[in-house]
């Protein structure tokens, strides 16, 4: 394989940063005319799971061409478990400072996310699967799969999980510092899990789980 130069690499995750943004705009599209055209909302929605599968092809091939780890090192109960608490015992911490800090109950990102629930079941039905299924596939493959290994040598692995917990952040709505960092910590841990046991699928697995709770938490709230 040719290496590709710094600033290629730069230009792939950016346009990869960009392409995972575009999606949502599709679900606002339906979102729109929920009321007034039911033919609009399942085109809409097709065309919205038709970029999340071309989006996860193409960071799968981008993974696979960085890869640095070799073969999946096979599934690990014991991090993936690790991991989610990991995570919901800082976030909880984070989350307390922001509350008290700023007065936010809850992060702009998963008020964004709230918001799209509840026009239309159809709408409901498939945000759903894709933010418990899809996303996280895609987003583990772009920030973890194909990020950690375009930067940094394979055995450094605590710039490549900062790195990727920053970028990740970047991809979510965030008012002030504490909730920047909320989502950067998420990132750091899910990097953390794919690095140190050498497998994608653990991460996307802990990620899978926390969106899981997450959606469910906000159904709840619309329902």
């Not at 799968?60 to 061409?65: D, E, Q, V």
């Not at 692995?157 to 709505?173: D, E, N, Q, R, Y």
Request: charged share 10%; aromatic share 12%; hydrophobic share 55%.
């Amino acid at each position: 394989m040719i290496k590709k130069s710094w600033a290629f690499r730069v230009v792939l995750i950016a346009l990869m940063l960009i392409a995972i943004e575009i999606p949502p705009i599709v679900v606002n599209f339906a979102i729109h005319y929920a009321k007034t055209s039911q033919l609009a909302v399942y085109g809409f929605m097709i065309l919205f799971i038709c970029l999340m599968l071309a989006i996860i092809w193409w960071a799968r091939r981008t993974y696979h061409t960085y890869n640095q780890l070799g073969s999946p090192a096979g599934i690990k109960i014991r991090w993936i478990i690790g991991g989610y608490l990991a995570i919901i015992v800082g976030m909880d911490i984070l989350s307390f400072f922001n509350q008290l800090i700023y007065h936010q109950t809850e992060t702009a990102n998963n008020a964004a996310l709230g918001s799209m629930l509840g026009h239309s079941p159809i709408i409901t039905v498939i945000f759903v699967f894709s933010a418990v299924i899809l996303s996280p596939i895609a987003e583990e493959l772009i920030f973890r799969g194909t990020l950690t290994n375009m930067f940094f040598r394979r055995g450094n692995i605590w710039p490549k999980a900062i790195l990727s917990g920053i970028v990740f952040s970047t991809g979510h709505m965030s008012t002030n510092p504490i909730s920047f960092i909320i989502y950067a910590y998420m990132g750091l841990i899910l990097a953390l899990v794919y690095l140190k046991t050498g497998d994608i699928r653990n991460s996307i697995a802990v990620h899978i789980i926390n969106n899981s709770i997450a959606m469910y938490v906000l159904l709840m709230q619309v329902s």
